[in-house]
């Protein structure tokens, strides 16, 4: 069986980031680290040309994100797919919402041919590294200061979906995260409601839920934080999450003003009087799959490290 960069990588003891920077001659490889490489290259017999001939027949992106409940991710998907293929290229989709697991365990499938780079909005442990030669783009995500991120204007969405809020003169407000990952630490979405609310002195509570978690336990959670009745306001940092609110208030007949955010064209029909915010998913897409291939076909030059999308506020 053929070695790949993986199986170097593990022989000589160092990350695949480190063995592509020695191969590709792109960055600094202290001289005991390239001895090591050398040495397992060598062992393994290992043959860089014969990947990099993979990689060229390879005509597929991995596509990386925690989860398919938010119909955002699932919005996001059917974009860059359509836009994928009008390029010639294919979507292979993994959900993995572990922030144990590493960006390197999917860099090592682009080696071994399987997929040619990488659009990424999971929370994965990243290298504090370059990652050169790797198409690497990623959404909402900072894995690091080398990586391209992709966003929208998180902090203009909160202030937006905040001062509508305060439009409707609410005093107590509950700013409820449908994720831990937003809450610690904040978010813009959070840092943005907060600083109009603080401005305007009003009372603020936060909290939050566990996106994956099951459906009944989401349901305890919400019903324990609004059975006291006592919020003029309950802003959720995600669509689904306001869904919930709104489905167990309706059962203590309770009627805050609840505000979502990602504004999905789903969530729009199931809930067309919510106040959130619409992320530019096609936009969004669009960018992510010509950052993606622009490296591929080595156009890196002019890519910036980090874009931001204006977001729209829906409030009918």
């Known amino acids: 069986m053929n070695a ?8 000589a003891g160092v990350s695949i980031a480190t063995v592509s920077r020695f191969i590709n001659q792109n960055g600094y490889v202290a001289a005991t680290t390239a001895e090591k490489i050398e040495n397992a290259i060598s062992k ?61 365990d999917y860099i090592s499938l682009i080696f071994d041919g399987q997929i040619r780079g990488i659009i990424n909005s999971s929370p994965l442990k990243a290298n504090k590294v370059n990652y050169p030669g790797i198409p690497i783009v990623t959404f909402d995500r900072n894995l690091g200061p080398n990586i391209p ?16 809020v305060v439009a409707k003169k609410c005093k107590k407000i509950l700013i409820l995260s449908g994720n831990r990952q937003d809450y610690f630490p ?3 979405r959070i840092k943005g409601m907060m600083r109009v609310f603080n401005y305007h002195d009003l009372e603020i509570k936060t909290a939050y839920t566990d996106f994956e978690s099951s459906e009944i336990t989401r349901k305890i959670q919400i019903d324990g934080l609004i059975k006291d009745k006592k919020y003029d306001a309950i802003c959720t940092t995600d669509d689904i999450t306001a869904l919930f609110v709104r ?21 729009s029909h199931l809930f067309p009087e919510l106040i959130t915010v619409r992320q530019p998913t096609e936009e969004l897409a669009n960018l992510l799959v010509k950052l993606c291939l622009s490296q591929i076909e080595n156009y890196r030059d002019n890519i910036e490290k980090k874009y931001i999308l204006p977001v729209k506020l829906i409030n009918n």
């Open 149 to 164: 991120l992709i966003s929208c204007n998180n902090l203009d969405g909160g202030f937006k979906i905040a001062k509508a």
């Open 247 to 267: 489905e167990q208030a309706k059962l203590i007949n309770y009627q805050p003003i609840i505000t979502g955010f990602d504004g999905t064209e789903f969530i």
């Open 186 to 188: 904040i978010t813009d």
């Open 44 to 104: 393994l017999r290992y043959h860089p040309k014969k990947e990099l001939r993979k990689l060229s027949n390879t005509k597929a992106i991995g596509i990386i994100f925690p989860s398919i409940k938010n119909p955002l991710f699932s919005e996001l998907f059917t974009y860059l797919e359509i836009n994928l293929k009008k390029k010639g290229y294919n979507c292979t989709l993994f959900i993995d919402n572990d922030e144990n697991h590493k960006l390197e």
């Open 4 to 11: 790949n960069i993986k199986d170097v990588a593990r022989e």
